[in-house]
C-alpha cells in the first residue's frame, strides 16, 4: 500500500497564530485529498478536500497542494483552543478508498 | 447534512461470539465504508461497499464479513469474536467515487 505521512506532533501553537499541518503521499496517480479533525473519543469530521493544484479557501482554514511535490497542506488562521485535536490527512490513491495518514496532533494554547 | 448513523456507542461481547455493527446513512450515497482505529495504527479499512449487495475487502477483511441488503444500510459481521478485534469501529459513507467520506459516530466494541 502507497504511504501517507504525516509528523504525529504534538504541533504546539499560542492561541490566534497560523498552525501548519503538513502531508506527503506516495502515490503520484492520486487525485483527491481531504483533511478531517478528530477530537479525542471522537470520530473524524471532514475540514476540506482539495482536488486541484494550488489554495482553497474555507473560513480560517486553507487547503494546499502540489502534486508535484506530493504535499499538502492545512493552515489554519487565528487558531482557537477549540481546534485542539488530531488532524488526519486522507488521500484517494485508486478505486474507492482513502488512504489515511496517522494524524497530526494540534494543541492551541491559550 | 449527511447523516451516518451507527446503532450503538459502546458494545461489550464475549469471546465466540457472532457480532453485528449496524450503519445507516440517509443521504442516497452510494459508497458505504467499515474502519477500525486503532492507537498507533491509525485508521484501515475492513471493508467497503459500492452498490446494494457489492462488496469489497479492504486492508485488513480477515474475521470480519458485510452485508448490504439496502443501499441505505451496511453491517459488519464479526462471525466468532476475539479480544484482537476490540476496537473503535467507524462507518462513513461518499456519494460518489471522488466523493468526501462522511463518517458516523464510531462503536467502541470491547471483547472480553
Known amino acids: 500500500q502507497k504511504e501517507v505521512e504525516q509528523n504525529s506532533g504534538p504541533l504546539s501553537v499560542p492561541e490566534g497564530a497560523i498552525a501548519s499541518l503538513n502531508c506527503t503521499y506516495s502515490?503520484?496517480?492520486?487525485?483527491?485529498f481531504f483533511w478531517y479533525r478528530q477530537y479525542s473519543g471522537k470520530s473524524p469530521e471532514l475540514i476540506m478536500f482539495?482536488?486541484?493544484?494550488g489554495d482553497k479557501e474555507d473560513g480560517r482554514f486553507t487547503a494546499q497542494l502540489n502534486k508535484a511535490s506530493q504535499y499538502v497542506s492545512l493552515l489554519i488562521r487565528d487558531s482557537q483552543p477549540s481546534d485542539s485535536a488530531t488532524y488526519l490527512c486522507?488521500?484517494?490513491?485508486?478505486?474507492?478508498?482513502?488512504?489515511f495518514g496517522k494524524g497530526t496532533s494540534l494543541l492551541v494554547t491559550p | 447534512d449527511v447523516k451516518v448513523t451507527q446503532s450503538s456507542r459502546y458494545l461489550v461481547k464475549r469471546t465466540g461470539e457472532k457480532v453485528f455493527l449496524e450503519c445507516v446513512q440517509d443521504m442516497d450515497h452510494e459508497n458505504m465504508f467499515w474502519y477500525r482505529q486503532d492507537p498507533g495504527l491509525g485508521l484501515r479499512l475492513i471493508y467497503f461497499?459500492?452498490?446494494?449487495?457489492?462488496?469489497e475487502k479492504g486492508d485488513i477483511p480477515e474475521g470480519y464479513s458485510v452485508s448490504r441488503e439496502k443501499k441505505e444500510r451496511f453491517s459488519l459481521i464479526l462471525e466468532s469474536a476475539s479480544t484482537n478485534q476490540t476496537s473503535m469501529y467507524l462507518c462513513?459513507?461518499?456519494?460518489?467515487?471522488?466523493?468526501?467520506?462522511?463518517f458516523g459516530d464510531g462503536t467502541r466494541l470491547s471483547i472480553l
Open positions: 462513513a459513507s461518499s456519494f460518489g467515487h471522488s466523493q468526501p467520506q462522511h
Open positions: 502515490d503520484r496517480g492520486s487525485q483527491s
Open positions: 486522507a488521500v484517494l490513491e485508486s478505486g474507492y478508498a482513502l488512504n
Open positions: 461497499s459500492y452498490d446494494v449487495k457489492m462488496k
Open positions: 482539495i482536488y486541484s493544484n
